[in-house]
């Protein structure tokens, strides 16, 4: 089922309020007085909530159980892709990168980038496509959707605010797809690790900009003999990584605490 979203300013104690196309959407629906829905701030809390109210601006629920980053992954996973050629590609690239459980999305200019980022109203299509994917799927954050920025730039940040970085690179790799392709050290990670994957265009990355990942501490990342298109490895290796660092049925960040409990659910 998918959820409503709820600003943060409008969670009051047991109390929400969702507004404006929300409570449209909660309308459309035909969702009534008492019924149970499903309701996420964006910023890591997800909620079971029941109906006590709905009018045509707003409808007023209660909180009957929250939960702390349900729907994600135990470590962060920050992707940087060079961006696309082709209308809607980099649209469906948010879409699909949300469903896997990435946390923040980079559009990246890279030596071979073809197309550039053109309209300045594109990362706000981003966020509005990457909340709708949250809603769907079940998660609780929304990714961060950043602006476009060079390959130096990305890699700098990267390099200082990840645990360890990876570059998707088949021309490092041996032929075939090796047992655990992502690397055995990916399994031991402590959870709360933060991650990023840098993918060049379909060119793929100098090497230049090869030899500068290297440099800074990436390590190449392999996946096998087929060439795959920027959107498709994006998305594939995301999944990959996550699920080789330890994403699992029971191991996501989500704890149960009721309204009744004294503690804060955290945000970070």
């Not at 109390?15 to 449209?24: P, T």
């Not at 709905?54 to 962060?76: F, M, Q, W």
């Not at 990168?97 to 073809?114: D, F, I, K, Q």
């Not at 392709?181 to 060119?203: M, T, W």
Request: glycine letters at 10%; one cysteine or more.
């Amino acid at each position: 089922m998918s959820s409503f979203f709820v600003d943060p300013r409008a969670v009051q104690g047991d109390r929400l309020v969702l507004g404006g196309e929300e409570a449209h959407h909660v309308r459309v629906r035909r969702y009534t007085a008492g019924d149970s829905i499903d309701v996420i701030d964006g910023v890591g809390t997800f909620f079971e909530a029941r109906i006590e109210s709905l009018g045509k601006e707003e409808a007023i629920c209660t909180i009957v159980n929250r939960y702390a980053d349900r729907g994600e992954s135990p470590h962060d996973l920050w992707l940087a892709v060079s961006f696309l050629k082709g209308q809607g590609r980099f649209d469906s690239l948010v879409e699909k990168a949300t469903e896997v459980g990435v946390a923040a999305l980079s559009p990246m200019v890279t030596e071979r980038t073809v197309a550039l980022p053109g309209s300045a109203r594109k990362p706000d299509r981003w966020r509005r496509l990457a909340l709708a994917a949250a809603k769907q799927c079940g998660r609780s954050r929304v990714p961060r959707l950043d602006e476009a920025a060079g390959f130096t730039e990305v890699l700098e940040r990267y390099s200082a605010e990840c645990s360890k970085v990876l570059l998707a690179s088949p021309a490092h790799g041996p032929t075939g797809v090796p047992e655990g392709a992502i690397g055995s050290d990916l399994g031991e990670l402590s959870d709360g690790c933060r991650l990023g994957l840098l993918v060049g265009p379909e060119g793929g990355f100098s090497a230049e900009e090869e030899q500068a990942a290297i440099d800074a501490g990436a390590e190449p990342y392999c996946w096998g003999k087929r060439a795959l298109r920027t959107d498709t490895a994006a998305v594939v290796l995301s999944a990959l990584i996550l699920h080789d660092a330890g994403e699992r049925v029971g191991r996501e960040k989500g704890v149960r605490s009721h309204p009744s409990d004294t503690r804060a659910v955290q945000r970070t």
